[in-house]
């Protein structure tokens, strides 16, 4: 008999708020999932957005279609989905040029050339830290070991067996014939133009 008490008084507000008589509240209001719903929900909270301190977002990752104008931003993606590949070095930052709101985004990078970019693609707000890397200054060789660097030999100081630009008398450029062209440690040309990587597929 108590157990049954307890269980009824347990469930009586459930079952008030599952009442739908007329004039009532309908509880499965908020689970509509109608398409003029969600977009005034994208509006309300795009417009809460611009009321929002920009200093406050700092570190917040988002589509670009959700920024203002003049938005500091860096970890940037060249497509959707793809992960940031922009502007990632030590202390830099992109500028939003103009208002994000058709396909396409412009944006200027570090190097000032402007690029457009798939508003859909997200960034992170605000610049990278470490601004004062470019300042630094190794003291001596072996700082630049510590850091996994290991030392860059020349080929013309090698032998010909070692590399392409090796041998000869002197400091020879030719490897003791009538003049090479600057190759890579296996043979390939560096110069003019000369493609290296896997060739394209013909259409």
């Known amino acids: 008999m108590t157990m049954t008490l307890w269980r009824s008084r347990s469930l009586l507000p459930l079952r008030r708020l599952l009442q739908v008589e007329s004039g009532s509240f309908n509880a499965f209001h908020y689970f509509s999932t109608d ?59 992109a500028k939003i040029l103009k208002e994000p709101t058709s396909a396409y985004c412009l944006i200027k990078l570090p190097s000032g050339a402007e690029k457009l970019i798939d508003s859909r693609c997200r960034a992170t707000i605000g610049q990278v830290s470490n601004p004062d890397r470019k300042n630094q200054k190794l003291r001596k060789a072996g700082q630049s070991r510590w850091l996994g660097r290991r030392p860059v030999v020349r080929g013309v100081a090698m032998n010909p067996v070692d590399h392409p630009h090796g041998g000869g008398e002197g400091k020879s450029k030719s490897s003791g014939g009538f003049g090479r062209v600057s190759q890579t440690p296996w043979g390939k040309p560096t110069k003019s133009g000369y493609k290296t990587g896997p060739l394209k597929r013909k259409k």
Do not use: W, Y
Request: charged residues 15%; aromatic residues 2%.
């Open 35 to 93: 398409t003029a719903d969600t977009q005034s929900l994208r509006e309300n909270m795009m417009r809460q957005k611009f009321h929002l301190d920009i200093n406050s977002q700092i570190g917040s990752c988002m589509p670009l279609n959700s920024m203002r104008i003049g938005t500091i931003i860096h970890n940037i993606e060249m497509k959707p989905g793809q992960g940031g590949q922009l502007v990632r070095a030590a202390g830099t930052s």
